[in-house]
């Protein structure tokens, strides 16, 4: 019903910059919540950023100051502004939506590599 493909990630050094994009598609009615959620190699999935259809944002602590997220409602888009990047980022971003506060959908997921 609703279909979110992520791009923009890749390989940047330690203090480097990625934006991540998530085009929304289908029936993106009513989504409420959008946000990324990211898997570092033996860690559980953690939430990063979230943003709500009101505009209200939230952010992991690990991030503050360094990430921000933003959607653009006309062109069906989340955004994951990355800067000052740590080796501790390296993860696949995930970007997740809710919609009418109950139906979720998933995207398939960037990888975003931190290294020198």
């Known amino acids: 019903q609703v279909r979110l493909v992520e791009s923009g990630g890749g390989l940047v050094q330690p203090g480097g910059s990625l934006r991540l994009s998530c085009a929304a598609s289908?029936?993106?009615?009513?989504?409420?919540?959008m946000d990324w959620y990211r898997r570092a190699p033996g860690k559980e999935r953690e939430l990063v950023a979230a943003i709500t259809s009101g505009g209200s944002t939230d952010y992991t602590d690990s991030v503050k100051g360094r990430f921000s997220i933003s959607r653009d409602n006309t062109k069906n888009t989340l955004y994951l502004q990355m800067n000052s990047l740590k080796p501790e980022d390296t993860a696949i971003y995930y970007c997740?939506?809710?919609?009418?506060?109950?139906?979720?959908?998933w995207g398939q997921g960037t990888q975003v590599t931190v290294s020198s």
């Open positions: 289908g029936n993106i009615f009513s989504i409420n919540v």
């Open positions: 997740h939506a809710i919609q009418r506060s109950v139906n979720q959908y």
